[in-house]
């Protein structure tokens, strides 16, 4: 055969990247978004924004198409009543707690009467991710006091945990790791004057470290998540295993999302 034979075959070998052609995936579909925005010029961390016009088309497409967007509090009780999912559920988390968040997001939800989760990191509310290097990407403006209240208020965000500084947690002496579960818990619930029921690991390290899963935990919080891309078999085995996550992308299209929540993830390469 010849050379353009081949050739000719490389658009559907390509299209074997997507995952459309994989069985369904049941279980828990929970979206992982960081930044709501604009990406700074130079940003390398690009990937990590969403545009809120293509936010707004996808909490859209979720609406239109029949997912029911859920809380923490909506999915200790379906953990609680040890009853499958309909098959219909999405938790949508944002990692972090960026002013963008409140600026875009809380407003997109709003309007299309949609609910999210953010995971706080406590010690940089109303100042900057102070976990970036400001010499290789430029520090972000995190959500305020005030504006983490208003969207407590609302009804339509709920909070988690994430730390107190936002540390690879397995980097840490195991002491300080346990500070940095046990204090956010604590702070956060002070200021939120409400259990903290979820904690997601930052950078998703430490989700499987024995001494580490234990501590969160211990601690007394009922979700955690890590940073793998997938679904969660439902019902959840706690004991066992965390909760993972689907990471959603600046360049994700609408079929990209529906990827990821019918197949456990968009591409396999």
């Known amino acids: 055969m010849n050379k353009l034979y081949y050739l000719s075959l490389l658009p559907a070998i390509y299209s074997l990247r997507w995952t459309w052609w994989e069985k369904d995936m049941p279980g828990l ?14 940003s390398r961390l690009k990937e990590l924004w969403i545009k809120p016009e293509k936010f707004d088309k996808q909490i859209k497409w979720l609406i239109k198409n029949g997912y029911k967007t859920l809380l923490f509090s909506d999915l200790l009780e379906i953990y609680k009543s040890k009853k499958p999912l309909s098959g219909n559920e999405v938790l949508i988390t944002f990692d972090d707690g960026y002013e963008n968040n409140y600026t875009y997001a809380y407003k997109i939800l709003k309007e299309n009467n949609a609910k999210a989760n953010i995971f706080v ?16 990407e430029a520090w972000i403006n995190m959500a305020n006091e005030e504006m ?89 085995d706690r004991e066992n295993n965390t909760i993972d996550r689907l990471f959603i992308k600046n ?8 990827l990821n929540i019918k197949k456990g993830r968009d591409t396999i390469f």
């Open 29 to 42: 579909s929970v979206l992982c978004y960081h930044k709501i925005g604009y990406p700074p010029e130079n």
């Open 121 to 136: 990191v406590f010690n940089t509310i109303g100042k900057v991710n102070i976990w970036h290097n400001p010499e290789k």
């Open 148 to 236: 983490l209240m208003e969207m407590q208020e609302s009804k339509i965000i709920e909070f988690g945990s994430h730390t107190m500084n936002h540390p690879k947690l397995e980097n840490l002496p195991l002491e300080d790791a346990i500070y940095e579960i046990n204090e956010s818990k604590r702070q956060l619930e002070k200021l939120f004057k409400k259990e903290m029921i979820a904690f997601a690991y930052p950078y998703g390290s430490g989700a499987y470290n024995k001494d580490i899963r234990k501590a969160v935990l211990d601690s007394g919080y009922v979700f955690d998540f890590s940073f793998k891309q997938g679904k969660t078999n439902w019902p959840w």
């Open 251 to 258: 360049n994700d299209t609408l079929f990209d999302l529906k």
